[in-house]
């Protein structure tokens, strides 16, 4: 017996919030069931060779819970296909072999370590080079050569947000027929939608705030080419790098309230940021949510109320020694990489994510040693405010009773 259900309401020009919880989310056709059962199975029956029941056949290929997750981050991102990964970086790996060798990037300077990683360490070795610049708006004409395939921006850039616009660099790399790729994971498809500002390709790690749970690793890549669609769902079948049936249902569940956390983080986070804004023990605060922040007017124009997100750092008083005693001074902010969950976290960079960059490169970009990072939760803000402050005040209480106080730390 098929029970018929009503259809669900949530179309393109629904809300976000309307989109996150229906978008790829049918009830059963069978049961009514309202949440999609998680599918095992590896394999699909087919009525006659070459003809399978329904629209799957085997699961490295496709699966019902992968399938209404992609639905879901295409409708999320306003694009026509998306393509979930087994993480962010194997999401980054497939584009990267999407290119002939011979091919050429732009990337920017601080883009995300692991990405960093693939395109120094990995890509040469099917004839991809990479080549970085710090102020891709200002001269990435400069870098374009008939090589040149793909431009790679991260906005924010971690762990200093810088913001990129998007519109003028996609403008520049399409004169030219480049393909633009934004990596969104900082801000999540509910606060930017690059393709939006013109950009190709969206990717994120999906482990951050679309899950939103600090309990699953996967990716996903979104677009509107068919030609694009065409070559990456054929990547992501013949490389294999695809995230689990439990793990796609997981992401898709955390994702139904999306917009509800990325909103409480950002107030999270510009409550903090105000605050440590006014504290004598800060040299810096680097958050695009504040008046303060150099590309504040990009924040405005390409985040949703120009919101900054739930991330920030910040340059403490005392050096290194200050920064590494303020996380194990929180209580409520736990010292772990990674962000984007529903608990606070805070780290170290120079010495934790951003350790393998050298010295010179890392302050280039303002990764000093006594810059902290923030991913801030969805606890309550007065909480969060006061923790850091309590932190703030005897991390730096107790480096200046050592004698390791001043700007440069060790
Ligand atoms: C974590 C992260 C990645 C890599 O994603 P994984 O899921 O850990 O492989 C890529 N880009 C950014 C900005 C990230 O924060």
């Not at 008939?146 to 519109?167: F, G, Y």
């Not at 030609?227 to 955390?254: C, M, T, V, Y």
């Not at 050298?358 to 909480?383: H, M, W």
Request: hydrophobic share 40%; net charge negative.
């Amino acid at each position: 017996m098929t029970i018929t259900t009503p259809p669900r309401a949530s179309s393109p020009s629904s809300g976000f919030g309307t989109r996150a919880v229906h978008a790829g989310s049918e009830h059963d056709p069978s049961t009514g069931a309202v949440i999609p059962a998680i599918s095992l199975s590896t394999t699909f029956a087919q009525s006659a060779v070459g003809q399978p029941v329904g629209e799957y056949e085997y699961s490295r290929s496709s699966n019902p819970n992968r399938k209404n997750f992609e639905d879901m981050v295409a409708a999320l991102e306003n694009a026509k296909h998306a393509l979930a990964f087994s993480s962010g970086s194997a999401t980054t790996a497939v584009i990267l072999q999407s290119l002939a060798s011979g091919s050429h990037v732009i990337s920017v300077s601080d883009v995300y370590g692991g990405t960093h990683r693939y395109f120094t360490q990995v890509a040469k070795a099917h004839g991809v080079k990479v080549t970085f610049t710090p102020e891709i708006e200002v001269d990435i004409r400069e870098h374009i050569t008939p090589a040149t395939k793909l431009v790679w921006i991260e906005t924010p850039s971690n762990p200093t947000l810088r913001l990129v616009d998007i519109r003028a660099v996609a403008t520049a790399a399409h004169e030219h027929g480049i393909m633009v790729v934004v990596d969104n994971t900082f801000l999540s498809p509910y606060i930017q939608n690059p393709l939006d500002h013109g950009a190709d390709i969206v990717v994120h790690s999906v482990t951050k705030y679309i899950n939103g749970h600090s309990d699953v690793v996967m990716g996903v890549a979104a677009f509107n080419s068919e030609e694009l669609f065409k070559r990456l769902s054929f990547l992501q079948n013949a490389i294999g790098a695809i995230p689990s049936a439990f793990d796609s249902w997981l992401a898709h569940r955390g994702a139904k309230t999306l917009h509800l956390r990325a909103r409480e983080a950002t107030t999270n986070a510009t409550a903090v940021g105000h605050a440590l804004e006014a504290s004598p023990h800060v040299i810096a605060v680097n958050y695009p949510g504040l008046d303060s922040h150099p590309h504040r007017a990009i924040a405005k124009k390409q985040h949703r109320n120009g919101m900054g997100g739930g991330m920030l750092s910040f340059r403490i008083r005392g050096g290194h020694a200050a920064a590494e005693r303020f996380c194990q001074l929180t209580r409520i902010f736990t010292l772990a990489e990674s962000l984007g969950g529903v608990e606070s976290l805070c780290e170290v960079p120079s010495s934790m994510t951003h350790a393998g960059i050298p010295r010179e490169q890392r302050e280039a970009v303002g990764v000093f040693d006594d810059l902290v990072r923030l991913s801030c939760g969805v606890e309550d803000a007065e909480d969060l405010k006061n923790d850091v402050l309590q932190a703030l005040e005897r991390a730096v209480a107790e480096t200046v009773t050592n004698g390791t106080n001043g700007l440069n730390g060790h």
